[in-house]
């Protein structure tokens, strides 16, 4: 089994920054692909970024120009940075790790201020 605890949210107005991280254990955090989501109110959980096994990085339309996501296998971490963010980034944030098996973190809020 394989546990994963993101951090970093919280509260931030239009035009700012966090940084996420999601902390993994457990299992070898290098083979896996490891990637964030998003869960706005009231819809379905979307991908936003993913960071394969051999440092591929992939940023989803929506995210690209804003957001960063890299990982430390050293540390056993991925992140996610975040900037000029929007109220429309107001979500859950999930971190989720697959290839092999598939984990999900519990999730961290954040909420965009206008």
């Known amino acids: 089994q394989m546990r994963l605890v993101e951090s970093g949210g919280g509260l931030v107005q239009a035009g700012g920054s966090l940084l996420l991280s999601c902390v993994a254990s457990?299992?070898?955090?290098?083979?896996?692909?490891m990637a964030w989501y998003r869960q706005l109110p009231g819809q379905e959980r979307e991908l936003v970024a993913t960071?394969?096994?051999?440092?591929?990085?992939t940023i989803y339309e929506f995210a690209k120009g804003r957001f960063t996501i890299s990982r430390d296998n050293a540390k056993n971490t991925v992140y996610l940075q975040m900037n000029n963010l929007k109220p429309e980034d107001t979500a859950v944030y999930y971190c989720?790790?697959?290839?092999?098996?598939?984990?999900w973190g519990q999730g961290t809020q954040i909420t965009v201020s206008s």
């Open positions: 989720r790790a697959k290839l092999p098996g598939d984990y």
């Open positions: 457990g299992r070898p955090f290098s083979i896996h692909v």
């Open positions: 960071a394969t096994s051999d440092g591929g990085y």
